[in-house]
Nanobody
Framework: VQLQASGGGLVQDGGSLRLSCAAS??????MAWFRQAPGKERELVAS???????ADYGDSVKGRFTISRPSANMIYLQMNSLESEDTAVYYC????????????WGQGTLVTVSS
């Protein structure tokens, strides 16, 4: 089972970026994006089940970020109106049992927002 995240990079304050995560070896019931900034705890950014209606977001990104799942094994995170506080390593994760914790993790992709 593998999760491959990509799409990170350097972007200016107010800019946009799209992250991608490709899963292989397993179809997860729910997939998510987490992030961890230097010196801070990891936080849930957004998660999604099999349908777009199941999408859920952390309070800090509501209205700016959109998670989507165009196929069973791919998720995107469209990030708009980026702020310096969004600078972090972003990780994708998946779980088989929707009531379980996220047990499968990708390698992380760095997003840096310059002010």
């Amino acid at each position: 089972v593998q999760l491959q995240a990509s799409g990170g990079g350097l972007v200016q304050d107010g800019g946009s970026l799209r992250l991608s995560c490709a899963a292989s070896g397993f179809t997860f019931s729910r997939m998510a994006w987490f992030r961890q900034a230097p010196g801070k705890e990891r936080e849930l950014v957004a998660s999604i089940g099999r349908s777009q209606r199941s999408a859920d977001y952390g309070d800090s990104v509501k209205g700016r970020f959109t998670i989507s799942r165009p196929s069973a094994n791919m998720i995107y995170l469209q990030m708009n109106s980026l702020e310096s506080e969004d600078t972090a390593v972003y990780y994708c994760a998946g779980k088989g049992d929707p009531f379980d914790t996220y047990k499968y993790w990708g390698q992380g992709t760095l997003v840096t927002v310059s002010s």
